[in-house]
């Protein structure tokens, strides 16, 4: 899978001589929703390594809730 920027995505496709039954699929990514996946992962691998540190009741409620927001 390559990343390239929008302008070389435009430039790409106007040197392009393709058929016209060609199919393309286009993939666009927010960095910052995938900060905030790492940020979720890192809180909850955090959580777990809390769960048999004496505050286990607090860390079953937060991980049971994060893994409600997965659901939704």
Not at 8 to 14: H, I, V
Not at 54 to 68: C, D, I, M, P, T
Request: aromatic content about 2%.
């Amino acid at each position: 899978m390559s990343t390239i920027t929008l302008s070389e995505l435009k430039s790409l496709f106007r040197s392009l001589k393709l058929p016209a039954d060609t199919k393309l699929s286009v993939t666009f990514e927010d960095e910052q929703a995938n900060a905030e996946i790492l940020k979720r992962k890192t809180a909850i691998s955090a959580m777990k390594k809390l769960k048999g540190s004496g505050n286990g009741n607090l860390v079953s409620v937060l991980l049971e809730e994060r893994q409600k927001d997965k659901l939704e």
